[in-house]
């Protein structure tokens, strides 16, 4: 009897430890991202941004992204997202990579020598003129 209590304990303890990838699972563009520069756009705008006042966190794991905007400067054409909770998926190729938000394309994704940017004229449909680029740092 002590056996079979030893073997069942066994197996359910073996069981219930998983090693399961999804809890670690990333994408290009996981983790926290400060916005350093929002530029272009019709107006042709070049803001700089203090690290920590606008950052936007993805998460692979759960396909969100959580955006903190900090940004209370009056007269700012565009600042990115208001604060908030997004849904976001990852389109495109080997090649080349677009962020959707909330079932919208965004823009195309960049990640180079430890910047991310999104770039608002690249497109999955094609090259734009009037878009934003935003930079972030880590």
């Known amino acids: 009897m002590k056996h079979l209590l030893f073997a069942v304990i066994l197996v359910t303890s073996l069981t219930r430890c998983s090693n399961n990838d999804d ?12 916005i350093s520069n929002i530029s272009g756009g019709f107006a042709g705008i070049n ?9 936007w966190t993805f998460s692979a794991t759960t396909s969100k992204l959580q955006v903190v905007n900090n940004n209370g400067l009056a007269g700012i054409i565009y ?4 604060t908030g909770t997004y849904d976001y998926t990852i ?7 677009f962020l959707s938000i909330n079932g919208q394309e965004f823009a195309g994704i960049i990640v180079s020598e430890g910047q991310l940017v999104l770039d608002q004229n690249k497109m999955s449909s094609g090259s734009g003129a009037d878009g ?5 740092n880590p």
């Not at 809890?23 to 400060?34: A, C, N, P, R, V």
């Not at 803001?47 to 950052?55: F, L, N, V």
């Not at 600042?79 to 208001?82: E, Q, R, S, Y």
């Open 23 to 34: 809890d670690m699972k990333t994408d290009i563009i996981s983790g926290t991202w400060s």
């Open 47 to 55: 803001d700089d941004y203090a690290s920590g006042i606008i950052t």
């Open 79 to 82: 600042d990115g997202l208001p």
């Open 91 to 97: 389109l495109g190729t080997e090649k080349e990579s």
């Open 132 to 136: 934003f680029v935003l930079r972030f």
